[in-house]
């Protein structure tokens, strides 16, 4: 096996590692009814459902010019983001924001 073939194995963008992330999200919001996912090739979107806020709390993870943004709104004064090139950074700090609405979610519901 080449150098080639072992770069084309490292996932390096938001499409390739969808199935990472919904299991990830699955498992985090696993006991929470109201979150709706949408996962498409540049950005993921984690949305809490809740008929009382508008403007309810959420997480984007976005891709754009070989950057990943992640936007934590926790639906009532806290915006938070983090931005980097790194793929595995920026699924660490999804990973973090995640737990992060779904412990408010939990505390919060």
């Known amino acids: 096996m080449g150098w080639e073939d ?3 194995m490292i996932r390096t963008n938001i499409k390739s ?3 990472q992330i919904e299991n990830l999200c ?7 009814n109201s979150i709706s996912f949408n996962l498409d ?10 008929a009382d ?5 959420s997480i984007e993870f976005i891709e754009k010019d070989d950057i990943f943004k ?11 983001d983090f931005e980097t090139d790194k ?3 920026a699924l660490k700090a ?3 924001f995640s737990k992060k609405l779904a412990k408010n979610i939990a505390r919060f519901s």
């Open 87 to 89: 793929i595995k950074e």
């Open 70 to 80: 992640i936007i934590y709104w926790d639906g009532y004064s806290l915006a938070e």
């Open 6 to 8: 072992i770069s084309l």
């Open 26 to 32: 699955k498992s985090i919001f696993s006991n929470i």
């Open 41 to 50: 090739d540049k950005k993921i979107s984690v949305n809490h459902v809740d």
């Open 94 to 96: 999804f990973k973090r």
């Open 17 to 19: 590692n969808h199935l």
């Open 53 to 57: 806020n508008s403007d309810a709390a």
